[in-house]
């Protein structure tokens, strides 16, 4: 086992999307170096030293060096666990890396902004958690339940068998690859976090508050359908309205442009205030929820609040309380967990504040479309033209590196945005033109599904039948053993997928440790089922 492989075991990763609230995390790989081999992505950047400058904060460069840095790494991990690493694998990556260390460069500069400082003392503690918890992990590997009871002795002597190495060299590799500045912001990062939340305190009041759910109306008027200026001055007027005591249930059938709940009255879905709101399509914003808490009593309207959406007014037609039976009995128990998702929550909003407030110019299309691509996921941001600006910068990414396979991921990210605004036939054509640059077995398999859709079936088999050629993916294959199965009977071409997909589910249980025998007091069986004895 190489000591990249068990590095990465090592060390955990938080790699999370920016959806609804963002979540960021420092990924390890930031100060832990994994060698220096060259890849096709910089290579190009040499060609063009400007690919080199991912974007600009406050005039503040931000290298790709990073990024390079983390693709490369990822693909050595795949290599050695025999896994594909080609275009598809690759755009997930980047659709999380990408907007990770974006928000990366937001948090570090607030966190500079806010005075943070981390001692030697800190970084040296701190720098030795991560050489002991990569030894550590050594130790799990080798002795798996022992592994706390084995000395470094036995360490010693395990790794020069198995990785040719003494515990004296492992350490120094470790620690000779650990970027102390990465390391030092990293902490800095994590001790704004701790700052921001432990300012989080709930009194008795507040506390029961949040075992309320309130019903409320509201009226949308919408901003893309009049300029803003408009539709902030229409709102305006049907609030005067509303609280002048006209029907709030009428003025939202005859004002609202919210299709949903206009012939409703506006009325929307009970809001919990002990419960984060999971977002997605059809939930309330942000601002939306947070308005409506605020309102104690039923009848009160809220002021005029703007949304992505538009301008928004509320009315709430009920409030309940509805604490749990043992809520005076356990109450600092509640007070803790609610005390922690808020924290949870306050901390998203700073990284919403952040990621708004932003002012970053980017050079890298290819960073600027999955700064927007993840946006797009975003409830509080208009999918649509977040969507738009994404697929502009995929766009500029493949005309600017149109013979090489460079851009083989934008292809893929800016296919499936196509194919989402409802153009099929233009996504299919631009996977055939990114497939004349690069080749890809799950590229085929989108390609063959669109044809399929499209009615386009001699097409559609045509890029199955190349997807099976191609590629020794076996998760691909798994799904062409269906389609020649039942979409496109193939008696062969389905053998063969699933001969493939058997090797590997044969080598993945090949490689599974075997299962402890059980020991049974009093004499239990031997194998065989011959009775145990002496």
């Given at each position: 086992?190489?000591?990249?492989?068990?590095?990465?075991?090592?060390?955990?990763?938080?790699?999370?999307?920016?959806?609804?609230v963002?979540?960021?995390?420092?990924?390890?790989?930031?100060?832990?170096g994994?060698?220096?081999?060259r890849?096709?992505?910089?290579?190009?950047?040499?060609?063009?030293?400007?690919?080199?400058?991912?974007?600009?904060?406050?005039?503040?460069t931000?290298?790709?060096?990073?990024?390079?840095?983390?693709?490369?790494?990822?693909r050595?991990?795949?290599?050695?666990?025999?896994?594909?690493?080609?275009?598809?694998?690759?755009?997930?990556?980047?659709?999380?890396?990408?907007?990770?260390?974006?928000?990366?460069?937001?948090?570090?500069?607030?966190?500079?902004?806010?005075?943070?400082?981390?001692?030697?003392?800190?970084?040296?503690e701190?720098?030795?958690k991560?050489?002991?918890?990569?030894?550590?992990?050594?130790?799990e590997?080798?002795?798996?339940?022992?592994?706390?009871k084995?000395?470094?002795?036995?360490?010693?002597?395990?790794?020069?068998?198995?990785?040719?190495?003494s515990?004296?060299?492992v350490?120094?590799?470790?620690?000779s690859?650990?970027?102390?500045?990465?390391?030092?912001?990293?902490?800095?990062?994590?001790?704004?976090?701790?700052?921001?939340?432990?300012?989080?305190?709930?009194?008795?009041?507040?506390?029961?508050?949040?075992?309320?759910?309130?019903?409320?109306?509201?009226?949308?008027?919408?901003?893309?359908?009049?300029?803003?200026?408009?539709?902030?001055?229409?709102?305006?007027e049907?609030?005067?309205?509303?609280?002048?005591?006209?029907?709030?249930?009428k003025?939202?059938?005859?004002?609202?442009?919210?299709?949903?709940?206009?012939?409703?009255?506006?009325?929307?879905?009970?809001?919990?205030?002990?419960q984060?709101?999971?977002?997605?399509?059809?939930?309330?914003?942000q601002?939306v929820r947070?308005?409506?808490?605020?309102?104690?009593?039923?009848?009160?309207?809220?002021?005029?609040?703007?949304?992505?959406?538009?301008?928004?007014?509320?009315?709430m037609?009920?409030s309940?309380?509805?604490?749990?039976?043992?809520?005076?009995?356990?109450?600092?128990?509640?007070r803790?967990?609610?005390?922690?998702?808020?924290?949870?929550?306050?901390?998203?909003?700073?990284?919403?504040?952040?990621?708004?407030?932003?002012?970053?110019?980017?050079?890298?299309?290819?960073?600027?479309?999955?700064?927007?691509?993840?946006?797009?996921?975003?409830?509080?941001?208009?999918?649509?033209?977040?969507?738009?600006?994404?697929?502009?910068?995929?766009?500029?990414?493949?005309?600017?590196n149109?013979?090489?396979?460079?851009?083989?991921t934008?292809?893929?990210?800016?296919?499936?945005?196509?194919?989402?605004?409802?153009?099929?036939?233009?996504?299919?054509?631009?996977?055939?033109?990114?497939?004349?640059?690069?080749?890809?077995?799950?590229?085929?398999?989108?390609?063959?599904?669109?044809?399929?859709s499209?009615?386009?079936?001699?097409?559609?088999?045509?890029?199955?039948?190349?997807?099976?050629?191609?590629?020794?993916?076996?998760?691909?294959?798994m799904?062409?053993q269906?389609?020649?199965?039942?979409?496109?009977?193939?008696?062969?071409?389905?053998?063969?997928?699933?001969?493939?997909?058997?090797?590997?589910?044969?080598r993945?249980?090949?490689?599974?440790?075997?299962?402890?025998?059980?020991?049974?007091?009093?004499?239990?069986e031997?194998?065989?089922?011959?009775?145990?004895?002496?």
């Amino acid at each position: 086992m190489s000591i990249i492989k068990i590095r990465e075991q090592a060390v955990k990763k938080l790699m999370v999307p920016i959806v609804g609230v963002l979540l960021v995390a420092f990924l390890v790989s930031v100060f832990v170096g994994f060698g220096s081999s060259r890849m096709h992505e910089r290579e190009q950047a040499e060609k063009q030293p400007e690919l080199y400058v991912a974007f600009k904060l406050d005039g503040k460069t931000v290298s790709t060096e990073e990024y390079f840095r983390q693709l490369e790494q990822t693909r050595e991990r795949l290599r050695e666990q025999r896994q594909p690493y080609g275009a598809t694998q690759m755009a997930e990556l980047k659709k999380q890396l990408i907007p990770s260390l974006v928000m990366r460069e937001l948090v570090l500069r607030e966190a500079e902004r806010s005075d943070i400082k981390v001692s030697r003392r800190e970084l040296n503690e701190e720098y030795k958690k991560l050489v002991n918890a990569q030894l550590d992990q050594y130790r799990e590997l080798f002795f798996g339940k022992d592994a706390a009871k084995k000395s470094d002795r036995d360490l010693d002597r395990e790794l020069k068998q198995r990785v040719q190495k003494s515990l004296r060299d492992v350490r120094r590799e470790i620690e000779s690859g650990i970027d102390r500045d990465a390391l030092r912001a990293e902490l800095m990062a994590r001790k704004f976090q701790q700052s921001v939340q432990s300012k989080v305190q709930l009194s008795d009041s507040a506390l029961r508050d949040l075992y309320r759910t309130v019903t409320v109306r509201h009226i949308l008027i919408s901003s893309s359908k009049r300029p803003e200026a408009s539709a902030r001055k229409r709102a305006e007027e049907v609030l005067a309205k509303a609280k002048a005591g006209k029907d709030f249930a009428k003025l939202a059938r005859e004002f609202s442009d919210d299709p949903a709940t206009a012939s409703a009255g506006g009325l929307l879905p009970p809001i919990q205030g002990s419960q984060t709101p999971a977002g997605g399509f059809g939930a309330p914003s942000q601002g939306v929820r947070k308005a409506a808490l605020r309102l104690k009593k039923p009848g009160d309207i809220s002021e005029v609040i703007q949304t992505p959406q538009g301008f928004e007014i509320l009315k709430m037609e009920s409030s309940k309380l509805d604490l749990p039976p043992d809520f005076d009995k356990k109450k600092e128990d509640y007070r803790k967990e609610q005390q922690k998702r808020l924290a949870d929550e306050t901390w998203g909003q700073v990284l919403e504040r952040l990621r708004k407030d932003a002012k970053i110019e980017f050079v890298n299309p290819e960073f600027e479309a999955y700064w927007w691509l993840a946006q797009s996921y975003n409830p509080d941001v208009d999918v649509r033209k977040a969507l738009e600006k994404a697929a502009a910068a995929f766009d500029r990414h493949i005309k600017a590196n149109p013979d090489s396979s460079v851009a083989d991921t934008s292809y893929v990210q800016l296919a499936r945005i196509l194919h989402m605004q409802g153009k099929t036939k233009e996504a299919a054509a631009l996977l055939e033109k990114g497939l004349e640059r690069f080749e890809d077995g799950y590229v085929r398999l989108d390609l063959a599904r669109l044809y399929d859709s499209l009615g386009q079936k001699d097409k559609a088999l045509e890029h199955y039948r190349m997807a099976s050629e191609v590629t020794a993916d076996w998760m691909v294959h798994m799904q062409l053993q269906q389609v020649f199965e039942s979409r496109f009977p193939d008696k062969s071409l389905a053998e063969k997928s699933k001969q493939i997909v058997d090797r590997e589910m044969e080598r993945q249980r090949a490689m599974q440790p075997a299962p402890a025998a059980k020991e049974k007091q009093g004499g239990g069986e031997a194998p065989g089922g011959k009775k145990g004895g002496r």
